[in-house]
Protein backbone atom coordinates (compact mmCIF):
# COMPACT_ATOMS: atom_id res chain seq x y z
CA UNK A 1 0.00 0.00 0.00
CA UNK A 2 2.91 2.87 1.04
CA UNK A 3 4.45 1.83 -2.34
CA UNK A 4 1.57 2.79 -4.47
CA UNK A 5 1.16 6.15 -2.48
CA UNK A 6 4.76 6.60 -3.13
CA UNK A 7 4.35 5.98 -6.94
CA UNK A 8 1.91 7.96 -7.22
CA UNK A 9 2.79 10.78 -5.32
CA UNK A 10 6.09 10.77 -7.17
CA UNK A 11 4.23 10.09 -10.50
CA UNK A 12 2.02 13.76 -9.38
CA UNK A 13 5.17 15.46 -8.75
CA UNK A 14 6.76 15.00 -12.02
CA UNK A 15 3.13 16.03 -13.48
CA UNK A 16 3.23 19.14 -11.61
CA UNK A 17 6.87 19.42 -12.97
CA UNK A 18 6.42 18.94 -16.23
CA UNK A 19 3.00 21.25 -16.27
CA UNK A 20 5.42 23.86 -15.35
CA UNK A 21 7.60 23.49 -18.72
CA UNK A 22 6.58 26.35 -21.34
CA UNK A 23 7.52 26.05 -25.00
CA UNK A 24 7.11 30.24 -25.73
CA UNK A 25 8.74 32.88 -24.08
CA UNK A 26 11.42 30.82 -22.30
CA UNK A 27 14.00 32.33 -20.40
CA UNK A 28 16.94 31.25 -23.27
CA UNK A 29 14.71 32.93 -25.80
CA UNK A 30 14.31 36.23 -23.69
CA UNK A 31 17.51 37.03 -22.85
CA UNK A 32 18.80 36.13 -27.16
CA UNK A 33 15.38 38.63 -27.75
CA UNK A 34 16.60 41.05 -25.60
CA UNK A 35 20.03 41.23 -27.16
CA UNK A 36 18.75 41.47 -30.20
CA UNK A 37 16.16 43.84 -29.62
CA UNK A 38 19.27 46.07 -27.87
CA UNK A 39 21.12 46.26 -30.90
CA UNK A 40 18.13 47.47 -33.35
CA UNK A 41 17.09 43.97 -34.86
CA UNK A 42 13.66 43.51 -35.22
CA UNK A 43 11.57 40.34 -35.40
CA UNK A 44 8.49 38.34 -34.81
CA UNK A 45 8.53 35.80 -31.80
CA UNK A 46 6.64 32.84 -32.58
CA UNK A 47 5.82 33.25 -36.34
CA UNK A 48 3.57 31.23 -37.56
CA UNK A 49 3.48 32.38 -41.23
CA UNK A 50 6.69 30.09 -41.03
CA UNK A 51 6.98 26.12 -40.62
CA UNK A 52 7.39 25.42 -37.44
CA UNK A 53 6.92 28.17 -35.90
CA UNK A 54 10.48 29.80 -34.97
CA UNK A 55 11.09 31.34 -32.04
CA UNK A 56 12.63 34.37 -33.48
CA UNK A 57 11.87 35.09 -37.02
CA UNK A 58 13.82 38.15 -38.49
CA UNK A 59 11.61 38.43 -41.63
CA UNK A 60 12.60 41.29 -43.40
CA UNK A 61 15.83 38.81 -44.23
CA UNK A 62 14.01 35.25 -43.70
CA UNK A 63 16.02 34.24 -40.62
CA UNK A 64 14.81 31.90 -38.26
CA UNK A 65 16.29 31.33 -35.27
CA UNK A 66 15.30 28.38 -32.89
CA UNK A 67 15.95 28.17 -29.34
CA UNK A 68 16.33 24.40 -28.41
CA UNK A 69 16.28 22.37 -25.13
CA UNK A 70 18.89 19.60 -24.73
CA UNK A 71 16.65 17.25 -23.03
CA UNK A 72 13.39 17.84 -25.62
CA UNK A 73 15.51 17.93 -28.89
CA UNK A 74 17.91 15.52 -28.22
CA UNK A 75 21.40 17.20 -27.91
CA UNK A 76 24.50 13.91 -27.38
CA UNK A 77 20.87 12.01 -27.96
CA UNK A 78 22.54 8.36 -28.61
CA UNK A 79 24.66 9.10 -25.48
CA UNK A 80 21.63 9.84 -23.73
CA UNK A 81 18.50 8.02 -24.43
CA UNK A 82 20.20 4.48 -22.66
CA UNK A 83 20.36 6.87 -19.62
CA UNK A 84 16.39 7.40 -19.52
CA UNK A 85 14.85 5.31 -16.62
CA UNK A 86 11.31 6.39 -16.41
CA UNK A 87 8.59 5.33 -18.95
CA UNK A 88 11.85 5.19 -21.66
CA UNK A 89 9.69 3.72 -24.32
CA UNK A 90 7.27 6.85 -24.43
CA UNK A 91 9.98 9.51 -23.71
CA UNK A 92 12.61 7.95 -26.65
CA UNK A 93 9.80 7.82 -28.99
CA UNK A 94 8.84 11.74 -27.82
CA UNK A 95 12.18 12.80 -28.40
CA UNK A 96 13.30 11.22 -31.45
CA UNK A 97 9.77 12.74 -32.81
CA UNK A 98 10.87 15.84 -31.60
CA UNK A 99 14.16 15.33 -33.68
CA UNK A 100 12.13 14.57 -37.12
CA UNK A 101 10.00 17.11 -36.93
CA UNK A 102 12.87 19.67 -36.34
CA UNK A 103 14.74 17.81 -39.50
CA UNK A 104 11.34 18.60 -41.28
CA UNK A 105 10.74 21.93 -40.30
CA UNK A 106 14.45 23.07 -41.14
CA UNK A 107 14.19 21.83 -44.41
CA UNK A 108 11.22 23.62 -45.04
CA UNK A 109 12.59 26.70 -44.22
CA UNK A 110 15.41 26.23 -46.36
CA UNK A 111 13.40 25.29 -49.55
CA UNK A 112 11.10 28.58 -49.08
CA UNK A 113 14.86 30.79 -48.94
CA UNK A 114 15.35 31.29 -45.12
CA UNK A 115 18.38 31.06 -43.39
CA UNK A 116 17.84 28.80 -40.29
CA UNK A 117 19.90 28.49 -37.16
CA UNK A 118 19.37 26.68 -34.04
CA UNK A 119 20.79 27.12 -30.71
CA UNK A 120 21.17 24.84 -27.32
CA UNK A 121 19.73 26.64 -24.38
CA UNK A 122 23.18 25.87 -23.07
CA UNK A 123 24.80 27.77 -25.89
CA UNK A 124 23.09 30.53 -25.18
CA UNK A 125 23.34 30.38 -21.33
CA UNK A 126 27.31 30.35 -21.33
CA UNK A 127 28.37 31.46 -24.69
CA UNK A 128 25.45 34.93 -25.63
CA UNK A 129 28.14 36.96 -27.72
CA UNK A 130 29.03 34.15 -30.01
CA UNK A 131 25.45 33.29 -30.46
CA UNK A 132 24.90 37.05 -31.31
CA UNK A 133 28.25 37.27 -33.61
CA UNK A 134 25.94 34.13 -35.54
CA UNK A 135 23.05 36.63 -35.80
CA UNK A 136 25.09 39.48 -37.03
CA UNK A 137 26.51 37.71 -39.85
CA UNK A 138 23.57 35.67 -41.15
CA UNK A 139 21.54 39.09 -41.01
CA UNK A 140 25.04 41.14 -43.22
CA UNK A 141 24.94 37.83 -45.18
CA UNK A 142 20.65 38.45 -45.92
CA UNK A 143 21.87 41.74 -46.97
CA UNK A 144 24.36 40.81 -49.28
CA UNK A 145 23.04 41.53 -52.88
CA UNK A 146 23.15 38.34 -55.60
CA UNK A 147 26.34 39.28 -56.65
CA UNK A 148 27.79 39.47 -53.43
CA UNK A 149 28.25 42.96 -52.98
CA UNK A 150 27.71 44.06 -49.20
CA UNK A 151 24.89 47.05 -48.81
CA UNK A 152 26.95 49.17 -46.20
CA UNK A 153 24.31 51.35 -45.59
CA UNK A 154 23.45 53.25 -42.74
CA UNK A 155 21.45 50.29 -41.23
CA UNK A 156 24.46 47.66 -41.33
CA UNK A 157 27.35 50.32 -39.87
CA UNK A 158 24.51 51.33 -37.25
CA UNK A 159 24.27 47.89 -36.37
CA UNK A 160 27.62 46.87 -35.77
CA UNK A 161 28.31 50.29 -33.92
CA UNK A 162 25.64 49.44 -31.77
CA UNK A 163 27.21 45.70 -31.24
CA UNK A 164 30.99 47.51 -30.16
CA UNK A 165 29.19 49.90 -28.13
CA UNK A 166 27.59 46.39 -25.93
CA UNK A 167 31.01 45.04 -26.22
CA UNK A 168 32.46 47.90 -24.25
CA UNK A 169 29.79 47.61 -21.79
CA UNK A 170 30.81 44.00 -21.09
CA UNK A 171 34.16 44.46 -20.91
CA UNK A 172 33.85 47.39 -18.67
CA UNK A 173 31.48 45.06 -16.26
CA UNK A 174 33.63 41.74 -16.46
CA UNK A 175 36.80 43.13 -17.05
CA UNK A 176 38.81 43.65 -21.00
CA UNK A 177 39.00 40.84 -23.39
CA UNK A 178 36.26 39.07 -21.64
CA UNK A 179 32.84 40.18 -23.89
CA UNK A 180 30.85 37.46 -22.83
CA UNK A 181 27.44 37.40 -20.82
CA UNK A 182 26.72 35.59 -17.89
Not at 77 to 83: M, T
Not at 104 to 128: A, C, E, H, P, S
Not at 151 to 168: F, H, M, P, R, S
Request: aromatic share 10%; with cysteine.
Amino acid sequence: MKKDEDKRTEQEKRSYTMSRIHSKNTSIEVVLRKHLWNLGIRYRINYNKAPGHPDIAITRYKIAIFCDGEFWHGKDWEKKKGRIKSNPEYWINKIERNMARDKLYTNQLKDMGWTVIRFWGNDIKKDLDNCMQTIHRAVHKAMSDKNGRTYLGYELLDQTQKILKVAEQIEDIYGKGTAKCK
